[in-house]
């Protein structure tokens, strides 16, 4: 499957389950985005040989996905997506921080292995966080919470209208390479001899739909100024979401769960 | 050539979150000021463009390889900066919610990294004064590969300092920087080919295009001066000065933490501890699985120790990882079943 193709079915997939009913899909936007930020916030302030303190965090991207009603699949696909430019910059932390962390027995863990290690966990729960906010959320809701932050109004404008004819485009050049190909003995990749007027046929048609629309706008009254519909309502559940994952993440922060579970099982503390 | 957020810290994540926001709402505003509202559904639509373009594979001929259209030169040129700079900004921000390529924290260095340089240095300090006022197409061949190739390099220069800021990665710098330059020069020389390819054919078919975006688009070279001094500075200030600080207090919250109490860590009264070491005592397991003792014969090892922070670190204790080890599997359990739990909890 090409990449346009994968990309187009992703973005149909995730608004599908942006558009479900759940407790977590019923929340407002903005206590979801806040949420997401402080979660982002959180794992990256952790030192970077920090592992065991970083599992409890964990329960945030769980609960949210079996609320949110999410499949586990979707997510880890996306993941294996990113893993490799982030594994690129971090598989260098073994080979060049030798120091030792800890003996068991014959084998020694240097903290290079236990930063890579960290890295990736951090790596897990940041990209999935993101995907559940967009999952639960949707775009134009996304938008909404956005300019209630303070965003400007252009740049929401300009996001919607993208992510609007994202979908278009993506199945129109999705078509056109697709006929490039059955036409062409190569199996992949554009020849040389059609990268300018390719993308330029492409282009120019982008830009004569971009009038059409614009026409399309006129036609419907548009006086340079797109109206918004009015954000959603900030009830007590919203509230209380924000507050208590807040909490939540920072006692993660200030004390390792599974550290202190772990001294408290194995009589450590004594 | 996306950053991601699990290579950066939120001091820098979070310094190139300001940085980026300023600037999306000074284009904003520059925007605005513009007459021109055919503008908004073009800028939509070439956003989209430019997201779908970039998933096109262009074969390099000779090598077995491909490579695709970065979009912020090409961009600049059809829309001029301030515009472009927003599209970009769009194009990000879709990418780091929907396919996290990056991330929410990394957004803002992303922003900067492949939207303020190729929209506000690349193309009005290389590409318009190599390209003139009447383009040939010679000169936009030169003047769009230079720019691209120019404002990949200042790309992946920044996110070399991003991640040195960070401190995550255990890369030095001179082995970073060797590793990323030449491959990003290659990469933005074939970008900046089809940029070129692209501006060439829209010359021939549809110059009226050029024309208009580059007539609407008068680029005051005294605003750009400032955003650009300012920003600079902002940049060096966060980035610098802020992760210096940072590195030197490696654990900001728990050193804010201290500071505000006044010790290290909170100590419990006796009447407390009794009474969890006896709690303990009924509740632990697993007790004798303590490899305290066998820590403190085996000395830890520590191959360099050049700062105190160093020779504080690492703390080699057996004991404290077993403990760990031990308390990460039941809290994964935990977490798992507290999730299973609000399942069935949230559907009666």
Redesign the interface.
């Known amino acids: 499957m090409s990449k346009l193709e994968s990309t187009w079915l992703d973005l149909r997939c995730l608004d599908d389950l942006a558009n479900q009913q759940t407790v977590v899909h019923s929340l407002n936007p903005c206590s979801k985005l806040l949420t997401t930020l402080a979660f982002s916030v959180i794992v990256t302030s952790f030192s970077k040989y920090e592992v065991t303190g970083l599992f409890p965090l964990l329960l945030y991207p769980i609960a949210l996905i079996t609320l949110g009603k999410l499949p586990y699949l979707q997510l880890a696909k996306r993941l294996l997506f990113i893993a490799p430019f982030v594994g690129f910059l971090s598989i260098f932390n073994p080979l060049l921080d030798q120091s030792l962390f800890a003996v068991f027995g014959p084998f020694s863990i240097t903290g290079g292995w236990i930063s890579f290690l960290s890295i990736t966990i951090k790596l897990v729960l940041t990209v999935t966080s993101a995907l559940i906010l967009i999952a639960t959320t949707g775009m134009n809701s996304i938008c909404t919470a956005l300019l209630q932050l303070g965003m400007p109004k252009p740049v929401a404008i300009q996001i919607l209208l993208m992510y609007r004819y994202l979908h278009v485009l993506l199945e129109e050049f999705l078509r056109t390479v697709q006929a490039y190909q059955l036409r062409s003995f190569t199996a992949k990749g554009i020849h040389y001899h059609a990268w300018g007027s390719l993308l330029g046929q492409l282009l120019l048609r982008s830009i004569a739909r971009a009038q059409r629309i614009y026409q399309a706008m006129l036609c419907r009254g548009f006086n340079g100024q797109i109206p918004f519909h009015s954000a959603a309502s900030w009830n007590k559940s919203d509230q209380a979401y924000l507050l208590l994952w807040l909490a939540f993440f920072l006692g993660c922060r200030l004390v390792n769960i599974p550290q202190a579970l772990g001294k408290l099982l194995t009589g450590g503390l004594s | 050539m ?1 950053m ?7 001091v820098v ?2 310094g190139m979150w300001v940085a980026a926001a300023s600037l ?2 000074y284009a ?2 520059k ?2 000021q513009d007459i021109d ?2 503008k ?10 430019v ?3 970039q ?5 390099i ?1 000779g090598t077995g390889s ?1 490579g695709h ?1 970065g979009g912020g030169i090409l961009l600049s040129v059809l829309l001029g900066p301030h515009a472009a700079f ?2 970009i ?3 990000l ?2 990418q ?6 990056g ?3 990394a957004l803002g260095c992303n922003i900067f990294n492949m939207g303020f340089l190729p929209c506000y240095i690349a193309y009005p300090f290389i590409y318009k004064p190599l390209t003139g006022p009447a383009p040939s197409p010679g000169r936009i061949m030169t003047g769009s590969i230079i720019a691209a190739a120019a404002g990949l390099q200042l790309g992946s220069f920044s996110v070399v300092m991003e ?1 040195l800021f960070s ?6 710098f001179s ?1 970073f920087v060797l590793l990323m330059q030449p491959i990003h020069l290659a990469i933005g020389l074939f970008e900046g ?2 940029t070129a ?2 501006i ?3 010359c021939r ?2 110059p009226d ?1 050029l024309k208009n975006a580059a007539l609407s688009q008068p680029l005051g070279s005294l605003a750009i001066r400032k955003v650009l001094v300012i920003f600079l500075t902002l940049a060096f200030i966060t980035g610098g000065a802020l992760s210096w600080f940072a590195s030197s207090n ?4 728990e050193w804010s ?1 201290s500071k505000t109490n006044g010790e290290e860590e909170l100590t419990a009264t006796d009447e407390i501890h009794e009474f ?2 006896q709690l ?2 009924k ?8 490899f ?1 003792q066998a820590a403190t014969t ?1 000395q ?5 120790s050049n700062s105190p922070a ?1 020779t504080a ?2 703390a ?13 599997l ?3 359990v ?3 079943f ?3 739990g ?2 069935v909890a ?1 559907k009666r």
């Open positions: 996306h991601a957020d699990a290579l950066i810290s939120p994540g979070g999306v709402s904003a505003k925007v605005q509202e055919q908004v559904p073009l800028m939509g639509v070439l956003g989209a463009f997201f779908a373009a998933m096109i594979n262009f074969t001929p491909s259209i927003l599209t900004a769009s194009i921000t879709v780091a919610l929907f396919f996290a390529d991330g929410l924290l991640t401190g995550i990665s255990e890369l030095p082995t080919i089809i390819a692209v060439a054919f829209i078919e549809a295009i490696p654990d900001g919250l933490i969890f070491s303990q005592e509740v632990s397991f697993l007790p004798g699985y303590n305290k085996n830890p090892v520590t191959e360099r160093e670190w690492p080699v204790d057996t004991g404290t990882s077993t403990a760990g080890i031990t308390g990460s039941v809290t994964l935990l977490a798992y507290i999730g299973k609000l399942q949230a």
